[in-house]
């Protein structure tokens, strides 16, 4: 009897995903409104965010794949990525005054 256990946890990571989402949307990996708006405020600050992860992934290459097709700056996919998946586990940003503070 095949082992379901990964396919379940991907349909748990998917349902907090959507769940964690005020409107959730048709595609769960669309980004929270407040992230939207953060992402297009033109006077966003940014900082640098290095993190050694494992080459096998080809991430780099996924992300420079991904920017070409879609126009999204690496930057954004990354922050968009990450605040999806934190935001799904239970850790939304904590917004001092407003989304784009």
Do not use: W
Request: negative net charge; without cysteine; glycine residues 4%.
């Amino acid at each position: 009897m095949p082992d379901h256990s990964h396919q379940i946890r991907l349909l748990r990571d998917l349902a907090d995903a959507l769940e964690a989402q005020s409107n959730p949307a048709d595609d769960p990996f669309t980004p929270h409104p407040d992230t939207q708006l953060i992402i297009a405020a033109r006077h966003t600050s940014r900082g640098q965010l290095n993190y050694a992860v494992p080459d096998a992934l080809q991430l780099q290459r996924r992300i420079r794949r991904f920017n070409a097709d879609s126009g999204v700056p690496h930057g954004d996919l990354v922050a968009i990525a990450l605040d999806t998946f934190l935001r799904a586990k239970g850790y939304p940003p904590e917004l001092a005054s407003g989304p784009t503070a």
